[in-house]
C-alpha cells in the first residue's frame, strides 16, 4: 500500500469535553511492524517528530463528518480526529481505513460501537429487537416516533440502530415535511410529538444526521419543532428571532458563499445549543457531544477562511484607518474586529497564533493606536477589549511595535501613552475601563513575560523607553493633585482633619489608587528605574500626601507604595527616607487614627514590626531618636518599645566598640613596658609615671571627645558663632564613663550609609588628632566605628 501524505490537524478530546489541538503535520497510511498492521502516521511539519501513530483496528469505529474529518476513540474516554485541509486528502485516507476494515467507503461510519455491557446485555434480547424498524412517516405515527425515541436514548447500541435507520432511509427530511403540515393544520398534539422526535434525535449525537438537520434548506423547520415544547402554554418564537431580530451585518461584503452559509450555520446551532436546547441532566450531558465539536470545527474552519481572504481583511483595516470613513462605519468596523478577535478565543493555541500574527503583519496596532485616540465611547471601547486580546496573546509583540514607533516631538501619540491617557480619562464612575487598561500596562512592564533567552535587551531597552516616554503621563495625575502641598504643622495644628492635597472626590481617588497601585508593581519589579524616578521626583513624599485624604483606601495605597519600598531594605532608599523625614506623615496618621483598631491602623504597626524584626538600623535609630516620645504611649503592642530595645542594644554595641578604642590608643611604648618589668623601681617612681600616664591620656580623650561631638553635631550642634559647643571635662582614665546619657547620645548613632565589605569604617581624622597615633592608623582604621550623624533634629 503505497504511502500518501496530506497536511492534517491532529485533535484529542480532554476531560471537559473540549478539543485540543495535538500540531499540524502530513498523515501517511504504512505497515508498521512493531504494531503489526496498517497504521495512520502523522508527522508535524516544523520538525518532523510523531504526533500520532495510530493502528488501524478491524474492530474500531471511525466515524466520518463534514468531508473533512474522520473521528474515532482508541480507548475509553480517549477521541482522535484528524481535521483535513483537502477534501480529497480525507477521502484517500478514509478509503485505506475501509479498506483494511473491510468496509463501503460510501458509509459515514464504519463500525457499530458497542461496550462491554451491552454485549452481555444483547446476548438476554430477543433475535428480532437487533433491528430498529421505524414506522411510517405518517400523521396518526407520531406518537410511535416519539415514544421509540425516547426509549432507545438509554441504550447506546439502540441509538446507534437506530441514527442509522434515520440516515439510511432519510427520515429526517420526512419528519420536517409533516411539521409544515402540523403547523398548517394547528394540529398541537402533533407538533408536541414532533418536539420530542426532534430533541430525541438531537441527542442521538451523530455528525451525519447533524449535517442533514442543520443544512440551510433544514435547520429553520428544526428550530420550528423545538419552538413546541409541551411544558410551554404559548410557543417560543425563536424563528422570527432569527429571521427578523438577529441581523447578519456584512462590514465588507464577504463574496465567498461558501464562508456565508457556514457563518449562518454556525450562528444557528449555537443558538439552538445555547438558547433552545434545555440544560442537560447528569444523565444526557454527554449527548450533545458531538454538537459541540460540529461547532468548534465550524469555527476553526471560518476563521481559517477570513485568514486567507487577504483581500477581505485588508479592506477592513483600509476603511478602519481612513479619515473619510463614517463614525457609524468605523463603529461596526471596530465590533466586527472585537467579535472576530473574541470568536477566535475558543480557538486551540496554535490556530490562535496563526490569527493574531494574521491580525499583526495586517497592521491592527497601527490601526488601534488611531481608533483608541478617537472621541466615539463605544469604538474606544471595542478597541480596548481588541488590544487586550492582542496584549494576552503577545505581550512582546505589543512592546517590539511601541519601540520601533517613531520618536515624536509630541509622546502623546504614542499607543502606550495612548493607553494611559485612556485609562486617565474613564468617563466611569467605577473606573470599569481604567481598571482593565491597568491590568494591560502591568503585563506590557511585568519582566516577567519579557522574553530573555530570544532577546536578552528587551527588558532593559523597553523599561528604559517607558520612563523615558510614559513614564510621566502615568504619574501626572498624582502629581498633580499633590502639587498644593501646604504646612504640615497647619495641619496637625487643625481641630478638623482638612485634605487640602487630595480632592475628596471619590473618582479621582480610584484614579489615584489604580496609579499607586501600579507604581508599587514597579518599585517590586523594576528596582533601578523606578528608584532613580522616585529620587529625581521626590515621589514618595508627593505620594506621602495622600495619607491625609478622607478617603482610607487611597491612603492605604499610599502606605502600601512606602511599605514595598523599605521592604526593599536598600540603603539608598532609607537615607532618602530620613533626609526627607517621610515618616512623619504616616505617624501623623496613625495618631490622627486615634484608638480606632481598624486596617490603617494594623497597616501602620506593620510597617513598624517589619523594620523592628528585620533591624534597619538607619531606620530604627531615625524613629526612635524623632518620634520615640510621640509614640511611648502606645503600649498595646510592644512594637515601638522593641524599636527602642533595638536602639538602646546598638548604642551598647558602639559603646563597647568606643572602649575597645579607648585601650587601643593606651599602647604603651617599650620604655612602659620595661617599666613595669622593672621590679626594682621604687614607688616614687611608679607613681610619678602613673600620673603622667593618666593626664596624658585625659588631654587625648578630651581632644578626641571634642571633635566627635562637633561632627555628629554639624551645624546643629555648633554655637552661633560657628564654634563647637564646649566639651564636658573627660573623666578620669581609670573609670570612663561611655554609657552616661550626655555623652552616648551624641556620639552613638546608627549609620545613613551602608556597611562597606569590611562592615566597619574608621573614624575620621581631624586637625587636632593629626599628631596621635600615626603608627597605629591602619590598624585602628579598621576597628573602630563608622562616624556617625547625630540622631536628634
Not at 474552519?301 to 463614525?327: H, P
Not at 486615634?594 to 510597617?607: C, D, F, K, Q
Amino acid at each position: 500500500m503505497s504511502d500518501t501524505r496530506r497536511r492534517v490537524k491532529v485533535y484529542t478530546l480532554n476531560e471537559d469535553r473540549q478539543w485540543d489541538d495535538r500540531g499540524t503535520g502530513h498523515v501517511s497510511s504504512t505497515f508498521v511492524e512493531r504494531l503489526k498492521g496498517i497504521s495512520l502516521l502523522v508527522r508535524a511539519e516544523s520538525d518532523g517528530s510523531l504526533l500520532l501513530e495510530s493502528k488501524i483496528s478491524p474492530n474500531t469505529a471511525y466515524q466520518k463528518q463534514q468531508d473533512t474529518l474522520i473521528v474515532w476513540s482508541e480507548a475509553e474516554n480517549y477521541d482522535l480526529a484528524l481535521s483535513f485541509q483537502e477534501k480529497a486528502g480525507c477521502d484517500e485516507i478514509w478509503e485505506k481505513i475501509c479498506q483494511v476494515q473491510g468496509k463501503d467507503p460510501a458509509l459515514e461510519i464504519t463500525q457499530d460501537p458497542i461496550d462491554e455491557s451491552e454485549e452481555e446485555r444483547l446476548e438476554e434480547l430477543p433475535e428480532t429487537s437487533h433491528l430498529v424498524e421505524l414506522p411510517h412517516c405518517e400523521l396518526s405515527r407520531l406518537e410511535e416516533m416519539a415514544d421509540l425515541v425516547t426509549s432507545v436514548l438509554s441504550s447506546p447500541i439502540r441509538r446507534e440502530k437506530l441514527a442509522l435507520a434515520l440516515m439510511s432511509e432519510g427520515y429526517i427530511k420526512k419528519l420536517l415535511g409533516l411539521f409544515q403540515v402540523c403547523e398548517d393544520l394547528d394540529n398541537r398534539e402533533g407538533l408536541h410529538h414532533l418536539y420530542e422526535i426532534v430533541r430525541g434525535v438531537l441527542f442521538l449525537n451523530k455528525a451525519a444526521l447533524f449535517e442533514v438537520m442543520f443544512s440551510d434548506d433544514s435547520i429553520m423547520d428544526v428550530v420550528g419543532c423545538l419552538e413546541y415544547d409541551p411544558a410551554l402554554v404559548q410557543p417560543k418564537r425563536h424563528r422570527e428571532f432569527l429571521t427578523k431580530t438577529a441581523k447578519f451585518k456584512e462590514v465588507i461584503p464577504i463574496t465567498d458563499s461558501e464562508l456565508r452559509q457556514k457563518i449562518h450555520q454556525t450562528y444557528r446551532v449555537q443558538y439552538i445549543q445555547d438558547i433552545i436546547l434545555p440544560t442537560p441532566s447528569v444523565f444526557e450531558e454527554n449527548f450533545l457531544s458531538t454538537l459541540t465539536s460540529f461547532i468548534f470545527f465550524n469555527k476553526v474552519e471560518i476563521v481559517s477562511m477570513l485568514q486567507e481572504d487577504e483581500k477581505f481583511l485588508t479592506e477592513v483595516f483600509a476603511q478602519l484607518t481612513d479619515e473619510a470613513t463614517e463614525a457609524s462605519k468605523r463603529r461596526e468596523l471596530v465590533n466586527f474586529f472585537k467579535e472576530f478577535c473574541a470568536f477566535s478565543q475558543t480557538l486551540q493555541p496554535q490556530n490562535r497564533d496563526a490569527f493574531f500574527k494574521t491580525l499583526a503583519n495586517l497592521g491592527i496596532l497601527p490601526a488601534l493606536e488611531i481608533v483608541m485616540g478617537m472621541d466615539d465611547l463605544q469604538v474606544r471601547a471595542a478597541a480596548t477589549d481588541i488590544f487586550s486580546y492582542l496584549v494576552e496573546f503577545s505581550p512582546s509583540m505589543v512592546r517590539e511595535f511601541v519601540m520601533q514607533e517613531p520618536q515624536q516631538t509630541d509622546d502623546d501619540v504614542l499607543l502606550i501613552n495612548v493607553v494611559i491617557k485612556q485609562m486617565i480619562c474613564d468617563s466611569d464612575p467605577e473606573l470599569g475601563g481604567a481598571v482593565q487598561l491597568m491590568g494591560l500596562l502591568r503585563t506590557l512592564i511585568d519582566p516577567e513575560n519579557m522574553l530573555a533567552p530570544i532577546n536578552k535587551t528587551e527588558k532593559t531597552e523597553f523599561l528604559s523607553f517607558f520612563y523615558k516616554y510614559c513614564m510621566h503621563v502615568l504619574t501626572a495625575p498624582l502629581l498633580a493633585n499633590t502639587a498644593h502641598d501646604k504646612d504640615s504643622k497647619d495641619l496637625l495644628e487643625s481641630p478638623v482633619k482638612i485634605n487640602p492635597v487630595c480632592p475628596d472626590n471619590f473618582q479621582t481617588a480610584q484614579l489615584l489608587a489604580l496609579i499607586l497601585e501600579l507604581l508599587t508593581f514597579c518599585v517590586e519589579h523594576h528596582t533601578y528605574h523606578i528608584k532613580t524616578y522616585i529620587m529625581n521626583k521626590d515621589l514618595l513624599r508627593r505620594v506621602l500626601l495622600l495619607m491625609n485624604s478622607k478617603h482610607t483606601f487611597l491612603a492605604l495605597c499610599a502606605l502600601r507604595f512606602m511599605r514595598r519600598i523599605i521592604g526593599l531594605k536598600d540603603e539608598y532608599y532609607n537615607r532618602y527616607i530620613i533626609k526627607g523625614n517621610l515618616f512623619e506623615p504616616v505617624i501623623n496618621a496613625l495618631l490622627d487614627n486615634g484608638t480606632r483598631y481598624n486596617l490603617l491602623n494594623s497597616a501602620v504597626i506593620e510597617l513598624f514590626e517589619f523594620i523592628k524584626v528585620e533591624d534597619v538600623k538607619s531606620l530604627i535609630a531615625h524613629i526612635v531618636d524623632n518620634f520615640y516620645k510621640a509614640l511611648e504611649s502606645i503600649e498595646y503592642v510592644q512594637t515601638f518599645k522593641g524599636l527602642k530595645g533595638r536602639y538602646e542594644q546598638e548604642k551598647d554595641r558602639q559603646s563597647q566598640r568606643l572602649n575597645r578604642y579607648r585601650r587601643d590608643a593606651r599602647s604603651m611604648d617599650e620604655d612602659e613596658e620595661m617599666w613595669f618589668n622593672d621590679d626594682e623601681d621604687d614607688e616614687e617612681g611608679e607613681s610619678v609615671e602613673k600620673n603622667r600616664t593618666e593626664d596624658d591620656f585625659s588631654d587625648s580623650y578630651g581632644k578626641y571627645m571634642e571633635a566627635k561631638k562637633g561632627a555628629a553635631n554639624g551645624s546643629n550642634g555648633a554655637n552661633s558663632n560657628g564654634k563647637p559647643a564646649a566639651v564636658p571635662p573627660a573623666p578620669p582614665a581609670a573609670t570612663p564613663s561611655v554609657n552616661s546619657s550626655a555623652s552616648s547620645a551624641k556620639t552613638t548613632a546608627l549609620p545613613a550609609t551602608p556597611l562597606g565589605k569590611t562592615g566597619l569604617v574608621g573614624l575620621v581624622d581631624y586637625p587636632d588628632d593629626e599628631d596621635e597615633d600615626e603608627d597605629e592608623e591602619d590598624e585602628e582604621e579598621e576597628q573602630s566605628p563608622r562616624k556617625r550623624p547625630r540622631l536628634g533634629s
